[in-house]
């Protein structure tokens, strides 16, 4: 099994739709968890760090699930551009940063 | 601020031809990473470093050396390239943000491709 595991996608969805990720980890131990934006041939950008309780930024949501071992990051009114990859990050100290292969999304007009 | 610089962007190695990819940070930040980024794979960590004068392999270590001489610098040397080396790398540096963990921040990344 996979340390972090996304669906790849793409998830292609129209504009003004809210769209789900989710992200498994199968490491229990895991202490910190953050959802990264790439655009196509750019660098990751940190979008969001996840906390136990939730949190919002706009309209982006993120939660984390301890006891089943994952994290999701919801984006409400898709805009053309929030199209781009996200990158779930599960870290167990700075030496041990996992990065998911990214889910592709496309917002389409 | 200048944020993580890297350089060259772009670059094409013959096999077994060495070279140098720069990473410079300018935030004063002490953790620095490199990354290595691969159709279908995760981002992964090559070597690491928590402040200057300290470095540790990552899961990916082997064909790359690493210094880290000052806060700002953190080369990355290919010591002998190979196709599989073909990639495009990552430059990061780091702060630990307490309950947040470590924010990373990228550089804009090298394309190496190795012939």
């Known amino acids: 099994r996979k340390e972090v595991e996304q669906d790849p996608g793409p998830f292609n969805v129209p504009e003004g739709a809210t769209v789900a990720f989710n992200c498994t980890y199968s490491?229990?131990?895991?202490?910190?968890f953050f959802w990264y934006r790439q655009d196509c041939r750019k660098e990751p950008k940190l979008l969001m760090s996840?906390?136990?309780s939730g949190n919002e930024d706009g309209r982006f949501t993120a939660q984390l699930n301890r006891a089943s071992q994952y994290i999701s990051l919801l984006i409400r009114d898709s805009k053309l551009s929030d199209s781009a990859t996200y990158l779930c990050v599960v870290t167990g100290g700075y030496q041990k940063v996992t990065f998911g292969i990214g889910t592709k999304l496309q917002v389409i007009p | 601020n200048a944020g993580v610089t890297q350089t060259p962007k772009f670059q094409v190695l013959k096999t077994g031809q060495s070279m140098t990819l720069q990473c410079a940070q300018d935030m004063n930040h002490e953790y620095m990473s490199w990354y290595r980024q691969d159709p279908g794979m995760g981002l992964r960590l090559i070597h690491y470093s928590v402040g200057a004068g300290i470095t540790d392999q990552g899961e990916v270590p082997n064909g790359y050396n690493v210094s880290r001489s000052t806060t700002e610098d953190f080369p990355l040397r290919l010591l002998s390239a190979a196709p599989s080396q073909t990639s495009v790398y990552f430059c990061?540096?780091?702060?630990?943000?307490?309950?947040?963990?470590?924010?990373?921040?990228f550089g804009p990344g090298t394309r190496l491709t190795v012939t």
């Open positions: 490491n229990s131990a895991s202490q910190s």
């Open positions: 996840v906390y136990s």
């Open positions: 990061a540096s780091s702060y630990s943000a307490g309950p947040r963990g470590y924010e990373q921040y």
